[in-house]
């Protein structure tokens, strides 16, 4: 019988030789899926952990070692209030993914309309949704397998959003044409001659519809900042996830699309981050 505290260790030994950044942690992470049983309980019963519960702990910690992302071994990711559901086939949701959503929120009016593009796993639809119960909220997304995900997640949470299968804003019911106060979107931008810059185990797992958006990683975000115009109300926000570079040519994209109060904020990295603009 092994103490979940020296698994921990073990674990912990295992990642920092293969390089993983934060190998307390995620040993942490990987003993409780393990064990089903949360750092709390582990600490109240004073569990000793059978053979059986060690030989999963270390084959969960190989395929970390090997690169799979943390989240997909345990199945589970935290996003602003929410823990979701994720696996192969959806984009784990990001931290700084959650600033995209505050903001988008902070542009929402009362009892205002909201369609999230390109959902994934449902976190930003979701996260909203839960701190805005006024809110219509909406998203699309175009691969059925993150769809599937989207539905589990709305399923165990129960929250209320409303799923639809499409390119972009396809399938948003055209009543809302022009109704819209925000469309909110982490949309594919990585350009494909910075695929070698992504680390491993973004590339190497996590779907490409969800990563890239051809030679220079715009062409999603110029269709979106199209499309949206024809959705929003007057005075209603597009506000997107960008990558670090590319604060300057959307900013210019937005402007020259006709919105109004373009605006590029960086992240809690400093990174230039979400662009918002207003359709005037
Ligand atoms: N919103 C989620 C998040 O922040 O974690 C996922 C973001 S991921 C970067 C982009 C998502 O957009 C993927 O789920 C991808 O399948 C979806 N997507 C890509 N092209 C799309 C399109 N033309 N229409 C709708 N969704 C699209």
Redesign the pocket.
């Known amino acids: 019988m092994t103490s979940p505290f020296d698994l921990e260790r073990r674990l912990a030994e295992v990642l920092g030789s293969s390089g993983i950044e934060s190998p307390a942690a995620e040993a942490r992470w990987l003993v409780e899926a393990a064990t089903g049983l949360d750092r709390e309980m582990l600490l109240m019963t004073k569990a000793r952990l059978d053979e059986g519960v060690v030989a999963a702990a270390l084959e969960l910690t190989r395929r970390r070692a090997a690169g799979e992302p943390l989240q997909y071994i345990t199945g589970l990711a935290g ?1 602003r209030r929410l823990v979701l559901r994720v696996g192969p086939g ?5 931290p700084e ?1 959650e600033e ?1 959503a505050g903001r988008a929120m902070d542009r929402l009016p009362e009892d205002g309309v909201l369609v ?10 979701l996260a909203i949704k839960d701190e805005r119960p006024d809110a219509r909220v909406l998203a ?4 059925p ?2 769809m599937r995900w989207a539905e589990t997640n709305r399923e165990e949470l129960e929250i209320g959003i409303e799923l639809i299968d ?3 804003l ?1 399938g948003v019911p055209s009543d809302l044409t022009g109704e819209i106060d925000v469309v909110v ?5 990585v350009s494909e001659s910075d695929r070698s810059s992504l680390p491993v185990d973004v590339v190497d797992h996590e ?1 490409h ?3 890239f ?1 051809g030679d220079n990683g715009i062409s ?1 975000i110029e ?2 900042s199209r499309e949206a115009l024809v959705w929003l109300k007057p005075n209603g926000w597009l506000v997107l ?1 960008i990558g670090e570079t590319m604060g300057e040519a959307v900013g210019d994209l937005l402007t020259d699309e006709g919105y109004a109060s373009v605006h590029v904020h960086r992240d809690l990295a400093g990174r230039d981050r979400i662009v918002e603009g207003r359709k005037t």
Do not use: C, Q, W
């Open positions: 996003f959806v984009l784990v949701p990001r993914t995209v999230d593009v390109g959902t994934g796993s449902g976190a930003i639809a699309t997304e175009v691969s397998e993150a499409g390119d972009l396809t979107s982490n949309p594919p931008y779907p519809e969800a990563l958006a999603v269709r979106l996830e």
